[in-house]
């Protein structure tokens, strides 16, 4: 087992709840066992046995602090899957006993525009909406009037045994999806749908996916489910292999040959690339009218050609997340259409390996976590 580190065990006016899961302590170190604290629900708040967690990419990006803004401890985890054990008394939603799903967010300020109609994740409150992991979206430091509206600057994600969430942040998970399978659709999935979703996906129409990993494996799938033809673009030889066997048309995204054959020919596309990158090529492929989404890249992107984005009347937009109504809708639509992502189930102990393969892009497509190895805390 690895070494234990301890968090601040500073006293709160609630009572509190033992819990341990795995957090950086700064930006080059490993993941480790933390001991730490939780406050116990509250009037509205459930307390979650965490079973599975995905490994998303934005995971690795605040470990490594590479969006600048990380709050260490930092214990990652937005795509969890628990059962419930405990209600706060004014809870109406939830029971014990059931299983939930928790997202990127835990919180959002609930009367601005964006919260009013169920866009929370484009929540403008001074803070933004509170996520999952690492605090408020736009900490005090940097918000309206250093304000901090949520009274917490670091959050723990489900990269642990115990969770303590708003009844109405958490999602209820459809009896015909396995546990395992169900966590990454509360990241990956809900970001490609609400996407691919915005942006008219149907039948007869053409959908590109460029990257290949978790947002690509679901994405595609969905993109199938919602009746698109669907183009898997990869860096990878392997993956091209594999999108054609899954049934999806592949290329090599820096084939130029290729490219040519398919330019004007897409209604959509997805980015998903976790770098900065150059879309020019991709813009390309592009219908007129249609549009390009970046969702990967959360930085300046490689200067765009926009005598292309004219002549065509093309679109470049992005896309964060998805609300909940919406991560409810994709947790349906998958139990419906019988949609699940590929997954690696690994154990706590394997994490930090898979780290480093996702970083390579060496992943069959999402890694899971099986939490209920994590023993400890009260949870
Ligand atoms: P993965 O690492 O699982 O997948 C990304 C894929 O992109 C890789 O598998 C690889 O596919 C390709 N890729 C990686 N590096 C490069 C590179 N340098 N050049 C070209 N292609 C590359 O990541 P996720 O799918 O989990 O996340 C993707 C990105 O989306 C991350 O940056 C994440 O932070 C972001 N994200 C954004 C969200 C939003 O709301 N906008 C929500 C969730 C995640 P291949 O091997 O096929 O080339
Ligand atoms: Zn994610």
Redesign the pocket.
């Known amino acids: 087992m690895n070494s234990v580190l301890r968090a601040d065990d500073s006293e709160g006016l609630r009572s509190r709840i033992k819990a341990v899961g795995y957090a950086a302590k700064h930006c080059f170190s490993h993941l480790k066992l933390l001991e730490f604290e939780r406050e116990a629900a509250g009037e509205k708040e459930i307390e979650i046995r965490v079973l599975y967690c995905g490994v998303?990419?934005?995971d690795i990006?605040q470990v490594k602090n590479e969006w600048h803004n990380t709050i260490y401890p930092c214990m990652p985890g937005h795509e969890v899957i628990g059962r419930v054990t405990r209600i706060g008394p004014g809870v109406t939603r939830h029971k014990v006993g059931d299983l939930v799903g928790v997202g990127c967010m835990i919180d959002s300020c609930g009367h601005c525009e964006p919260c009013r109609s169920s866009n929370e994740n484009y929540c403008e409150s001074p803070n933004g909406w509170l996520g999952t992991y690492n605090g408020p979206l736009i900490p005090a430091d940097r918000a309206r009037g250093n304000a901090n509206i949520y009274g917490r600057d670091n959050t723990f994600g489900g990269y642990s045994n115990v969770m303590v969430v708003k009844e109405a942040f958490a999602l209820k998970i459809p009896p015909a999806l396995d546990p395992d399978a169900a966590a990454p659709i509360l990241?990956?999935g809900v970001?490609t749908y609400s996407a691919l979703k915005r942006w008219g996906v149907k039948p007869g129409k053409h959908v590109g996916i460029v990257?290949?990993?978790?947002?690509?494996n679901m994405g595609a799938k969905l993109a199938r489910a919602m009746g698109a033809h669907v183009t898997i673009l990869?860096?990878?030889e392997h993956?091209c292999d594999e999108a054609t066997q899954m049934g999806f048309t592949a290329m090599i995204?820096d084939d130029e040959r290729a490219l040519r054959a398919s330019a004007g020919s897409m209604d959509f596309i997805l980015s998903?690339?976790?770098?900065k990158?150059d879309i020019n090529p991709y813009i390309e492929l592009l219908k007129r009218d249609s549009t390009i989404c970046v969702?990967?890249?959360?930085a300046p992107l490689e200067p765009v050609d926009n005598a292309e984005v004219i002549l065509h009347r093309k679109d470049i937009s992005?896309?964060?997340?998805g609300s909940l109504r919406e991560t409810q809708e994709v947790l349906q639509f998958c139990a419906e259409h019988d949609v699940a992502p590929d997954i690696q189930v690994i154990g706590v102990d394997e994490l930090n390996d898979a780290y480093h393969k996702?970083e390579k892009?060496d992943?069959r497509?999402?890694y899971v976590i099986d939490l209920t190895s994590l023993q400890g805390g009260s949870g």
Request: with cysteine.
């Open positions: 998303c990419h934005s990006h990241c990956a970001t990257g290949f990993g978790g947002l690509g990869t860096r990878s993956k995204e998903t690339i976790p770098e990158h969702v990967g890249c959360l992005g896309s964060l997340i996702v892009g992943v497509y999402r």
